[in-house]
């Protein structure tokens, strides 16, 4: 199953019909008041072009997708505060899953690495309902069908889109290895991999 591909998310990007900034401004308006994610993007705002072709991507496929630059528009993600912290947390908290988007410009970020352990660890917190599902969603610079994690990232399963077999549309995966996959869906239903 294909990985997404860096450069066809940021040329779908561009392509998008309307300004940036008007999609930012549509997007915050009608998804600032979820109570609830599928998806929590924890990327490098340095690859916003490529993460909003990314989050077009997933919705595309039916999930809610939370992006803080999009959703929380005055977020200022330089600065490390405790208001911004308990923020990300807020939003985590109302997420299913995280998508942990690793690139060159991921390894710079001060969030990320916080974000992720931070996921990871809500999976035990039962009283609270939530599972702390994590993936990886490698995007990659051509059509390739695995992924291996350097260091930590390789404990975590990685995000796919492909037809199932007899499909006709796309569908997303969740693969420990090329042979060892599951749905999506099923793996958000709670289905083990």
Not at 19 to 27: H, T
Not at 97 to 120: H, I, Q, R
């Amino acid at each position: 199953m294909p990985l997404f591909i860096k450069s066809q998310l940021q040329k779908l990007a561009k392509s998008l019909e309307k300004s940036s900034a008007q999609i930012l401004k549509n997007s915050a308006e009608t998804t600032s008041d979820y109570n609830q994610f599928d998806i929590f993007l924890s990327h490098s705002s340095m690859d916003a072009d490529a993460i909003l072709g990314l989050k077009n991507q997933l919705e595309n496929f039916g999930y809610s997708v939370y992006v803080d630059w999009i959703v929380d528009l005055k977020m200022d993600r330089q600065r490390v505060t405790r208001a911004i912290a308990d923020l990300i947390r807020k939003r985590m908290r109302q997420c299913k899953c995280l998508f942990y988007v690793p690139s060159d410009n991921a390894k710079t970020s001060v969030w990320m690495p916080w974000e992720l352990g931070y996921f990871d660890g809500l999976d035990r917190v039962k009283s609270m309902n939530i599972d702390g599902k994590v993936a990886i969603c490698p995007l990659a610079n051509e059509e390739v069908y695995d992924y291996k994690g350097h260091e930590y990232l390789g404990l975590y399963p990685f995000i796919s889109a492909d037809k199932p077999q007899g499909g006709e549309k796309p569908i997303l995966w969740v693969n420990r290895t090329q042979k060892t996959y599951i749905s999506f869906k099923k793996w958000l239903a709670g289905h083990q991999l």
